[in-house]
């Protein structure tokens, strides 16, 4: 009977040995709770103007809302963490700003004619802050105005959601996001300066226009295209370059004898190159 007994036993000894060290913690991991908070605020419609509020944090703009009599339109761009809703009542713009990083953040509201208004507001963790509303005051000094719409050159489609730069001649920049129908404006800008339009957007080329300066209480209008990047195809070994690839830089002699280099026709002509055997 005793040794009957001291198998069991050697057994259980050898399981648990066996079984130290490896077993794994399956507790669910706690989620972490992400703080957000919340802000609202509104603005007296315009009969005469749209108006433009700009969403900015850290500086940099992720969101634009523009309110008219017929509607209301909103745009965003980044990866700022926000819920965006507005709407129109009453000769009132209403904005609010749910589920917001908490941080701070810039407003800027604007409108064909009228003064800018800035206002600054702190988002904390749960708490909703109130804005004061807003009333535009109309410009006394004259001013222009920039329109225009982004489109793919090679589709001819609009491009939405777009950041557009604009900068004039004494460094100060302005930002806007094209709208669904690839709009963008800029309002109230100086009338004795040249501007410089960029934009950059993923899988496209960059895009630098010149602006000349524009006349007192004129809305210049400019169409600009962005050129799309295409991915190089790939050919099987002993094909050559690859479809879209980059040719290297060369000189090669014609007919004639006569040298001719890339470089001479980059940017100015097709290039066709044909290899001939001549004749026999």
């Known amino acids: 009977m005793k040794k009957i007994l001291t198998f069991p036993a050697i057994a259980f000894l050898l399981l648990a040995a066996l079984g130290c060290g490896t077993s794994e913690d399956t507790t669910d991991p706690v989620p972490t709770e992400i703080m957000t908070g919340e802000f609202r605020g509104s603005i007296e419609l315009l009969e005469d103007a749209t108006i433009q509020v700009h969403l900015l944090k850290a500086g940099e703009l ?48 604007s409108a064909k004619g009228y003064q800018e208004t800035e206002l600054n507001v702190t988002v904390v ?63 109230n800008l100086p009338v004795d300066q040249g501007f410089t339009l960029t934009v950059m957007h993923k899988g496209y080329e960059d895009n630098k226009v010149d602006v000349d300066p524009i006349s007192a209480d004129e809305t210049f209008e400019l169409d600009v295209e962005l ?54």
């Not at 129109?88 to 908490?102: H, K, M, W």
């Not at 070994?237 to 980059?266: C, M, R, T």
């Open 62 to 109: 992720f969101a634009q809302i523009e309110f008219a009599k017929v509607g209301v339109s909103q745009t965003s761009v980044g990866n700022v963490q926000a819920d965006i809703f507005a709407s129109t009542d009453s000769g009132v713009g209403n904005f609010r700003v749910t589920d917001a990083e908490l941080g701070d953040y810039t407003l800027q509201i």
């Open 125 to 187: 963790a749960d708490q909703e802050v109130s804005l004061d509303k807003v009333a535009l005051v109309a410009l006394a000094e004259p001013v222009s105005h920039l329109r225009g719409v982004l489109t793919d050159s090679d589709t001819g489609e609009v491009l939405s959601d777009v950041l557009i730069q604009l900068t004039d001649k004494a460094g100060k920049e302005y930002e806007v996001l094209t709208t669904k129908n690839g709009v963008f404006t800029f309002e």
């Open 227 to 280: 050129t799309a990047i295409h991915e190089p195809i790939e050919l099987d070994p002993g094909q050559g370059l690859s479809i879209g690839s980059q040719a290297p830089e060369f000189q090669l002699s014609d007919g004639n004898g006569k040298e001719h280099a890339l470089a001479d026709y980059v940017g100015n002509k097709k290039v066709a190159i044909v290899f001939y055997r001549g004749g026999w």
